[in-house]
């Protein structure tokens, strides 16, 4: 099985923004080419949260922030490769928790796929040389077919 870690930005007063990317992703290559699933298992910080509880402040929840913290790394060292989008969906929090997660991926020797078009991080030196490849969309990293190389190098698919 195939594992990708979906990174990138969370917060309640954007959730439908930052869920409308990761299930892009995942739509597509789950019914891939109308031949039915690619086996990849989709690592996506956003599930079991309380998702309500992550504002524009940050992590207001119960849940203390160590526990969040531990079980982002715990899907970044098991991930094959990232997926991360840069945007902060026009929010002023920055992406601190993303670019922590880059920065395991960087010292595991993952591979990094980002989309964005936010100069604040995509021009930014660390995380230029932490990145394999950069697209302004959803749609331009799906036509590259990038996630397909490293899926076949991994899994051997044929397709």
Request: glycine share 6%; with cysteine; hydrophobic share 35%.
């Amino acid at each position: 099985m195939f594992k990708i870690y979906l990174c990138g930005y969370i917060n309640n007063n954007k959730l439908a923004e930052c869920q409308k990317w990761r299930k892009q992703i995942r739509e597509h290559y789950d019914n891939w080419k109308g031949k039915g699933k690619y086996p990849i298992s989709w690592l996506d910080p956003m599930n079991g949260k309380n998702l309500e509880s992550i504002t524009s402040e940050g992590n207001v929840s119960d849940i203390p922030a160590r526990a969040f913290m531990l079980r982002d790394y715990q899907g970044v060292k098991e991930a094959d490769i990232l997926i991360v989008n840069l945007d902060v969906f026009g929010e002023k929090r920055p992406l601190i928790g993303t670019v922590y997660e880059l920065a395991w991926a960087y010292q595991d020797h993952k591979p990094v796929i980002a989309i964005g078009t936010d100069k604040t991080y995509t021009e930014h030196p660390f995380i230029k040389e932490t990145i394999v490849s950069l697209f302004p969309t959803v749609e331009d990293l799906i036509k590259s077919k990038l996630v397909n190389y490293y899926f076949k190098g991994a899994v051997s698919a044929s397709d």
